[in-house]
């Protein structure tokens, strides 16, 4: 009956149940939660974890007896309901001094201040049992390019990861660190703004190996892209450390909709690669309720982002069984073992070879793939029909 267990491995943030329904243009519209009832609230609907940022816990200016009593509550709460914090990050977004950027500000002393606050947070998440740790660079862009710091804002961003790596290292806290690319808001352009541009930034890293994404479904859609494109290509290269599912209309403010509630069909595929493409990390939703909803709504909204994972797990098990759609997908691909001989390894015969043989282009060129037929019975699995 699609009821989450622990097993399923759904984790949200407390800043995402918690989100009090704030928007650039109007005032909260639900009273804050506390972090331990949060815990409990999770618990009872079947979440395996729950992550945060630093200061979702524990307020930037509270003091050493306040943290340490917060964070008490917290771990008692996470024992008492069987709750795991597999994922911690840090706020470099919402204080003024990042205004301008926080590992990528020109200005020398906040990005000190910046590695200050991170290597704090990453004392914290080791003390919870957090094995990733995300880099969201939210406030790492600009608005206008007049100050000039495009080339050195990456080469600021790469120094301030290699030292946190090392610095991982160095506590034994053997975290594995995940990007998460946005393309824009709260920055006009953020720097690193899709997958694609993460990828590529990693390999310019010290430590490569430690470090991968973290893509978010709106993200990439706000981009333009499809996500689940972006989630094979982080796949293929090993490199799909964590997930943020939530969603997202295309050419819109970023909305965090609940998971499934926009692109049902982006959703699907989305799932069907996480679960059969070898991804065994937490299934994170990154959503919050509607302003407009009371606390019912916050859990109506957590309940229904696990729920239609559950849905869409079991039509990518239909869609595996389904002998009309298994047909039509083995239509589809032509395989042949002879040219798979050829083309599989360079060798200078296979390529004599292959230069001289010949190709009935035309009948290549007038073959239908039957993919308008594939596409309906996949429409007709999640409408139900089948
Ligand atoms: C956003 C981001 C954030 C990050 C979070 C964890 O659009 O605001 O998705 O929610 O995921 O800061 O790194
Ligand atoms: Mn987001
Ligand atoms: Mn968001
Ligand atoms: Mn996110």
Same mark, same amino acid.
């Given at each position: !009956?699609?009821?989450? *267990?622990?097993?399923?491995?759904?984790?949200?943030?407390?800043?995402?149940?918690?989100?009090?329904?704030?928007?650039?243009?109007?005032?909260?519209?639900?009273?804050? &939660?506390?972090?331990?009832?949060?815990?409990?609230?999770?618990?009872? &609907?079947?979440?395996?974890?729950?992550?945060?940022?630093?200061? !979702?816990?524990?307020?930037?200016?509270?003091?050493?007896?306040?943290?340490?009593?917060?964070?008490?509550?917290?771990?008692?709460?996470?024992?008492?309901?069987? &709750?795991?914090?597999?994922?911690?990050?840090?706020?470099?977004?919402?204080?003024?001094?990042?205004?301008?950027?926080?590992?990528?500000?020109?200005?020398?002393?906040?990005?000190?201040?910046?590695?200050?606050?991170?290597?704090?947070?990453?004392?914290?998440?080791?003390?919870?049992?957090?094995?990733?740790?995300?880099?969201?660079?939210?406030?790492?862009?600009?608005?206008?390019?007049?100050?000039?710091? &495009?080339?050195?804002? =990456? *080469?600021?961003?790469?120094?301030?990861?290699?030292?946190?790596?090392?610095?991982?290292?160095?506590?034994?806290?053997?975290?594995?660190?995940?990007?998460?690319?946005?393309?824009?808001?709260?920055?006009?352009?953020?720097?690193?703004?899709?997958?694609?541009?993460?990828?590529?930034?990693?390999?310019?890293?010290?430590?490569?190996?430690?470090?991968?994404?973290?893509?978010?479904?709106?993200?990439?859609?706000?981009?333009?892209?499809?996500?689940?494109?972006?989630?094979?290509?982080?796949?293929?290269?090993?490199?799909?450390?964590?997930?943020?599912?939530?969603?997202?209309?295309?050419?819109?403010?970023?909305?965090?909709?609940?998971?499934?509630?926009?692109?049902?069909?982006?959703?699907?595929?989305?799932?069907?690669?996480?679960?059969?493409?070898?991804?065994?990390?937490?299934?994170?939703? !990154?959503?919050?309720?509607?302003?407009?909803?009371?606390?019912?709504?916050?859990? $109506?909204?957590?309940?229904?982002?696990?729920?239609?994972?559950?849905?869409?797990?079991?039509?990518?098990?239909?869609?595996?069984?389904?002998?009309?759609?298994?047909?039509?997908?083995? $239509?589809?691909?032509?395989?042949?073992?002879?040219?798979?001989?050829?083309?599989?390894?360079?060798?200078?015969?296979?390529?004599?070879?292959?230069?001289?043989?010949?190709? !009935?282009?035309?009948? =290549?060129?007038?073959?239908?793939?039957?993919?308008?037929?594939?596409?309906?019975?996949?429409?007709?699995?999640?409408?139900?029909?089948?």
């Amino acid at each position: !009956d699609y009821r989450p *267990s622990r097993e399923d491995k759904f984790t949200f943030g407390l800043w995402t149940v918690g989100n009090p329904g704030r928007d650039p243009f109007g005032e909260p519209t639900r009273k804050p &939660l506390s972090a331990p009832y949060i815990v409990q609230k999770l618990a009872e &609907l079947g979440a395996y974890g729950v992550n945060l940022h630093d200061n !979702d816990l524990v307020p930037i200016d509270a003091s050493a007896q306040e943290r340490d009593r917060l964070v008490r509550e917290f771990r008692q709460a996470l024992s008492d309901h069987g &709750l795991v914090v597999p994922m911690a990050t840090t706020n470099l977004f919402t204080d003024p001094a990042f205004k301008d950027g926080a590992f990528t500000s020109a200005d020398a002393r906040v990005r000190a201040y910046a590695l200050q606050k991170v290597m704090h947070s990453m004392d914290l998440g080791a003390e919870l049992g957090a094995t990733t740790y995300v880099f969201w660079g939210g406030r790492e862009g600009t608005e206008v390019d007049a100050g000039g710091k &495009l080339l050195d804002a =990456l *080469s600021w961003f790469r120094d301030s990861l290699n030292f946190l790596a090392q610095y991982s290292q160095d506590q034994g806290y053997g975290y594995r660190f995940a990007l998460e690319p946005k393309p824009n808001e709260p920055r006009g352009d953020i720097f690193l703004p899709t997958v694609g541009s993460a990828l590529g930034f990693i390999a310019t890293l010290d430590q490569p190996d430690l470090f991968g994404l973290n893509p978010e479904f709106a993200h990439e859609t706000m981009a333009g892209l499809s996500f689940p494109h972006a989630v094979a290509q982080a796949l293929d290269a090993g490199k799909l450390f964590h997930i943020d599912l939530n969603d997202q209309k295309p050419g819109r403010f970023d909305q965090d909709l609940r998971f499934g509630a926009e692109n049902l069909k982006g959703a699907f595929f989305t799932v069907q690669l996480l679960e059969e493409g070898g991804y065994d990390g937490p299934r994170h939703f !990154d959503a919050h309720a509607l302003r407009t909803e009371d606390e019912a709504g916050v859990w $109506a909204f957590a309940r229904g982002c696990m729920r239609t994972y559950l849905i869409l797990r079991e039509k990518a098990e239909q869609f595996r069984a389904d002998p009309e759609i298994q047909a039509a997908l083995a $239509a589809y691909r032509v395989e042949d073992a002879e040219l798979a001989e050829l083309t599989g390894k360079f060798s200078r015969e296979n390529a004599q070879a292959l230069k001289s043989r010949t190709f !009935d282009r035309e009948a =290549l060129g007038r073959r239908g793939p039957g993919l308008e037929h594939l596409d309906q019975l996949t429409l007709e699995l999640l409408l139900g029909l089948r």
